[in-house]
């Protein structure tokens, strides 16, 4: 039901995996952080514990959705494209579970349902290689075969 409504909203894929704290992630991070290496980017010396396990940035996650866009450079702002595919999707993800169930608040929350798109301090290539949507390649980007 996820993956159709994925592809309905336009999304090219879709993968989910299990919320949980990525320990191998973490420490080259801290290491990569303490060497320097993040430059100008002081942004990743906030928030460690929510950046390594996403359920510490949104409480009771069981599992992450992970979606996939093709971006080609057209003068608009991906953000609000995809923004937008996925609050369609998660409206149909809403509207499905109340059609399966007589109640969705066990399998989603409304009150803890988050949508980033490059807004958040999540690992978000590190959960779409667990969902099975690719590997990260030499230029440290998700290559999607």
Known sequence: ???????????DDMGMVSAQRWDSDALFM????ARGLHGNMSYFERNQAKRY?????????KTVVVTLLTYEHSGRDYHRTLKSKLYE???KIL??????YETSSE?????????????????????????GLG???KNHQLIHP
Do not use: K, N, Y
């Open 107 to 131: 399998v989603v929350s409304s009150t803890h349902q988050h949508i980033f798109c490059d807004s958040a301090p999540v690992l978000e290539r590190r959960m779409a290689v667990a969902a």
């Open 89 to 91: 999707l998660q409206q």
């Open 30 to 33: 801290d290491e990569w952080v």
């Open 1 to 11: 039901m996820i993956r159709q409504s994925a592809m309905e909203v336009g999304l």
């Open 53 to 61: 396990d996403i359920r510490e940035l949104v409480p009771g996650s």
């Open 135 to 137: 590997f990260i390649g």
């Open 95 to 100: 509207e499905g579970w109340q059609t399966l």
